[in-house]
């Protein structure tokens, strides 16, 4: 059903607050309009492009939450952590990110964007990656939006080492997967972790 500009607005801006990370071509099957039209309401609106809205969301609720390193370097933008449990990122593949020959993904990104969500996810502030197993399931495009999903799974004391596996989807497509081995320097204040998983 079409609606007039006014009533388009109206509930373009309440559909942006539900979700934040709703793209302009969603957007514009939902309306039934053009992207460009999208684009030309956000902008008289003045909201940002869907970039400036997810970084917005990360640096508001997680900016101070994270003690590894500073959110601003973490590859892709955390939507989503509970430190030392789990995390998730987005990683949309620009031009930047692909070889020019073919449109796919450079490894590197994809790795860049998995390990630094295993970083980020230590509830620790000095944590450093001692060993990576991974493994790459299909190539990813440019214009796909890459889902890396972190779950801490392991901890161990002595070793001042935990285990984070990291699973990477394209739509529902697993793209990546890789485990993370961490060394933390202050594993021995969290004697607890398996009792407060359990």
């Not at 956000?42 to 917005?56: D, V």
């Not at 020019?100 to 990104?109: D, L």
């Not at 161990?156 to 497509?173: A, F, L």
């Amino acid at each position: 059903m079409r609606r007039n500009k006014k009533e388009r607005q109206a509930l373009l801006k309440e559909t942006i607050h539900e979700n934040p990370f709703i793209t302009d071509e969603e957007l514009a099957d939902k309306f039934s309009v053009s992207v460009q039209t999208i684009r030309l309401d956000r902008l008289e609106m003045s909201i940002p492009e869907l970039r400036e809205r997810i970084k917005h969301v990360a640096e508001k609720n997680y900016s101070d939450e994270i003690k590894s390193l500073p959110i601003e370097e973490v590859i892709g933008d955390i939507i989503d952590i509970e430190l030392d449990q789990s995390a998730i990122s987005i990683l949309d593949i620009s031009k930047e990110h692909v070889f020019k020959r073919n449109g796919i993904a450079r490894g590197h990104h994809l790795f860049a964007q998995a390990n630094s969500l295993a970083v980020a996810v230590t509830n620790d502030e000095f944590t450093l990656t001692s060993k990576a197993n991974i493994n790459f399931t299909r190539p990813v495009k440019q214009n796909e939006r890459v889902i890396a999903k972190a779950k801490v799974t392991q901890h161990d004391n002595d070793s001042k080492r935990s285990i984070v596996e990291v699973n990477s989807y394209v739509g529902t497509e697993l793209v990546f997967k890789g485990s993370f081995e961490m060394y933390r320097s202050n594993i021995d204040k969290k004697d607890d972790f398996n009792e407060n998983r359990d």
